[in-house]
Each structure stands twice: as C-alpha cells, then as structure tokens.
C-alpha cells in the first residue's frame, strides 16, 4: 500500500467521511417513508425512538469502522475469517437482495419527486437519477467521489427547513419525546419495528467498515496495527468523532421528519402515508408550497446519496466473500466483479420499478429480510471485534462492548416482533 506520508492536520469537515456518509445515507427515501409514516400516524409520541436508537447506532457502526482500520479489511472480509463461507456467503446474498429493493424503491421515490416538483417525467427522471449514481460509482475515483457524497449530506437540512415552516410547541415536544403517551397496539409495534430496521441497516455496517478500508488506500496509509501508537490513537479518536456526528446527523434528521410529520399530517389526520412522495404531497395544502418543495428536494438529494452507499455495500460485502479485487478507487477494468456487483444492483432495483410487484410490499419485504439479517451480522461483528486474533490491542472497549451488544439484543427482539406483526401494509 505504500508507505505512510506526512499527515496534515485536518479541518472540522475534513475529519468528517466515513462516519458521516453513513450517517446521512441512512434517511435516504425509504427511510423517509417510515418516519414519516409514523409521524403521521403517531404523532409526538413516536419521537421517543430517535432519541433511544442513538447510542445503540452510534455503538454499531464505531465498531464497523474500527474493524475495517484496524485490520484494514472490509466487514465482509473479516467476518469470513472467523465464520464458515457458506453463512457469510448466506448473509451477503440477502444484504445484496433487501439492497437491491431498496435500490428500486429509492429511485422510485426520486423519479415520484421530480415529478411533484416540475409537473412530469417521473419515469424519465427515475432512469436519470440511476444512471448519473451509476456513472459517478463507476468513472469518478474515490478520493473525489466521497467529496461529492459529503457534499451531498447537505441536502438533509432541507428537512431542518420544513420545520421553521410551520408552527411548534417546543416545550409540548420535548416533554413528548422524554414521556410519551404510549398505547400499544399492532400498529404501533409493527412501525416502531420499521424505524428501528430502518435506522439500523446492515448495508450501513459493510459501508462504513469498506469506506474506512478505502480512506486508508487513498491516503497510503498502514491499518492501525502497523501504526505508531501515538497516531493510532488520533486516528480512533478521528473514527469516534466522526461516528458521533454521522449518527448524530442521521437521528436528527429522522427527528425532524417525525417532528414535521406529527404537527402537520397527524394533526390534520391525514394518517394513511405509505411513500416518501405521498408525505411531500400531503404537505402542500396542509404546510404550504415552501414547506413542500423543501420536502421534495430532500427526497432527491438524499437518494442521490443512499443509492451509491447501497449498491456499493453489496458490491463489498460481495466482492470480498468472493476474493475479488474491490474498491471505487479502482477503475472498473481493474475491478470488474465489484463493479458488476453495483451495476447489476441499480440495473435490477430499476427492474424491481417496472416490474409488476407492488414497490411498497416489497419495500416491505426488504425490511423484513434486513431484520431478520442484522441481528447474526451484528453478533458476528461482536465477535470479531473482541478477539485478539484479528483486531490485536484494539478490541473493542468496555463500553463498545456493551452497547454494541445491547444493539444486537434489541435487533433480535426487533426481528421477534417484526415476524409476530408481519401482516405488512
């Protein structure tokens, strides 16, 4: 890889990459769809999640970044170390089939976007929006490529605008969020079930790990056993800042959405969201064309950077199961299988689009199989992370290790109540 340069000191964006790419791919348009379904449907008493996912977000995928720059292998890679091929190979293939839906369903949003906004061209704004993701993932190398995609992450704000928009009781929403008045009932279990797949997603765990691998390609740089101890430690605490704002960024975000949500569609009793596109309609008469248009260009921004992060976890997590030669700093003759893994994807999630399926039951569907797929990921990560073989003085502290496996507990209890509610919409 080269030998290690002299490191510059980076600026306050600068120390921000892997963590908050992560972060903000995690609201892409799907995403969006289930907070705001459950803003509309619940109100003020559904802020509580966002609140309490933070911790257990934030614990997952430090842990997914420091598997990657200490070992300097994606998740994928180490997970097959330490577990047998044939349910390393299982996992990937349902990461790559609930991605790939995912894939559809975000592009359809987009495409649904566009056309709210300008009045046509759904179909070919769709097909536009997949092949400027695909044409950036395949001829941009990374090192400007993850400028592009932190560039992106600006589009969420746009969801911190829709809410001076309109008018909010501060304090009625923050004593909601800290006690909410919570009835519980099939509904509520099989949304709160959503939210918590939705904030904590497998593809995000392969991402963030592969992306701390690729930082370390572009700068030359050693992974953190062959460091000096000294910048081994800046290079941790870079990873936890970058985590912390990331998730942070990610939970507020989805806050606001809620937030947005309850005070306008839920007070108005406009219940029945089921698209990211069908919130940002309902919107318009209710919060006014501002708040709509802000609510619509999020749809689009954020999608530009979920479907790039989905395709590209697939193509890691597929690549290094694989043995394969992977990485966006390659170019794609260099790297053909991981570049055919990120083509076929977005190739398929637009087939998904035109197919006859009902996109919002395989949405679904998506849902359900990254539950049920995130807990064993998320057990598998916890045990690479804590043995010496793989990661030598850098396990994971005490702290990591218990809310990484609180996470993994409320994942599994998570999947528990998804199949027990698993009527779908």
Not at 50 to 55: I, N, R, S
């Amino acid at each position: 890889m080269g030998e290690a340069g002299p490191r510059v000191p980076r600026s306050f964006f600068g120390r921000l990459g892997p963590g908050l790419i992560t972060g903000a791919a995690d609201d892409d348009p799907s995403g969006i769809a289930t907070y705001s379904q459950a803003g509309a449907q619940f109100g003020l008493n559904i802020l509580w999640t966002v609140a309490f996912t933070y911790p257990l977000m934030v614990a997952i995928q430090l842990i997914s970044a420091r598997i990657g720059r200490v070992t300097g292998a994606g998740l994928a890679a180490n997970l097959g170390r330490v577990f047998p091929p044939w349910a390393v190979g299982g996992l990937v293939g349902l990461l790559f089939l609930a991605n790939t839906i995912n894939i559809g369903a975000d592009l359809a949003a987009m495409g649904a976007a566009a056309q709210l906004t300008l009045g046509w061209g759904e179909t070919f704004f769709t097909v536009v929006f997949a092949v400027v993701s695909l044409g950036l993932q395949l001829f941009v190398p990374y090192h400007r490529y993850v400028r592009v995609l932190k560039w992106l992450t600006l589009a969420l704000f746009a969801y911190v605008g829709v809410v001076f928009t309109v008018h909010i009781d501060w304090l009625q929403v923050l004593v909601r969020t800290a006690v909410p008045h919570i009835q519980f009932s099939g509904e509520l279990v099989t949304l709160v079930v959503a939210v918590f797949g939705t904030t904590i997603s497998p593809y995000l765990f392969f991402w963030q790990s592969s992306e701390e691998v690729e930082d370390m390609a572009a700068g030359h740089e050693p992974d953190l056993r062959h460091e000096p101890a000294k910048t081994a430690r800046a290079e941790l605490a870079r990873m936890r800042w970058d985590t912390f704002v990331g998730m942070a960024v990610s939970n507020l975000i989805a806050f606001f959405i809620m937030l947005t949500t309850a005070v306008t569609l839920h007070a108005a009793g406009a219940t029945g969201i089921q698209t990211s596109a069908q919130a940002a309609e309902a919107l318009r008469p209710i919060a006014g064309p501002l708040a709509f248009v802000l609510f619509s260009l999020g749809i689009v921004g954020t999608g530009l950077l979920a479907v790039p992060v989905l395709a590209g976890s697939a193509a890691y997590a597929v690549a290094e199961t694989r043995g394969w030669t992977s990485g966006l700093e390659y170019k794609p003759g260099e790297a053909r299988g991981f570049y055919g893994v990120i083509v076929a994807g977005v190739v398929l999630g637009l087939g998904v689009i035109f197919s006859p399926l009902d996109p919002i039951k395989m949405l679904f569907w998506s849902a359900v199989i990254n539950g049920v797929i995130s807990a064993p990921i998320m057990a598998a990560m916890m045990v690479v992370a804590t043995r010496r073989h793989e990661m030598g003085v850098f396990v994971a502290t005490l702290g990591q290790r218990v809310f990484g496996w609180a996470a993994t507990a409320v994942m599994a209890i998570v999947v528990v109540a998804m199949l027990a509610f698993q009527g779908g919409p």
